[in-house]
């Protein structure tokens, strides 16, 4: 089986579509991840797209494939919410959480007040 660098082949065909995207899966730290999610990300217009492209069409070079499969998800992307950012529900171990914060979750329980 032949390991291919993913993020090497997305990239280039993200910029090509529309400049702004980031490949946010597979990770920097692991380009060949044989895992078939992909997740692309735009800052600015808070737009996220994930999109499962077979491992056979990396291993194959077939880049026109994968490139019909990206370009209308991409164009299709709707805006996501701007104050969730997945990279902060990552612990530092690289566990992500439930998205809880615990400061929030102490602030909506009830409070017995003591007085003297």
């Not at 291919?4 to 380009?31: C, F, H, S, T, Y």
């Not at 529900?89 to 998205?99: E, L, P, T, Y």
């Amino acid at each position: 089986m032949t390991i291919v660098n993913k993020r090497a082949i997305l990239q280039p065909m993200l910029d090509k579509i529309e400049l702004g995207w980031v490949i946010a899966k597979p990770d920097p730290l692991n380009p060949c991840d044989i895992e078939t999610e992909c997740i692309f990300q735009h800052r600015r217009g808070y737009r996220e797209v994930k999109i499962a492209i077979g491992n056979e069409l990396f291993r194959l070079g077939k880049l026109d494939d994968i490139e019909n499969l990206v370009r209308p998800a991409i164009q299709a992307a709707e805006p996501r919410s701007p104050w969730r950012d997945p990279r902060r529900d990552r612990a530092k171990d690289g566990r992500v959480s439930a998205g809880v914060n615990l400061t929030q979750s102490l602030l909506r329980q009830p409070v017995l007040l003591q007085c003297f």
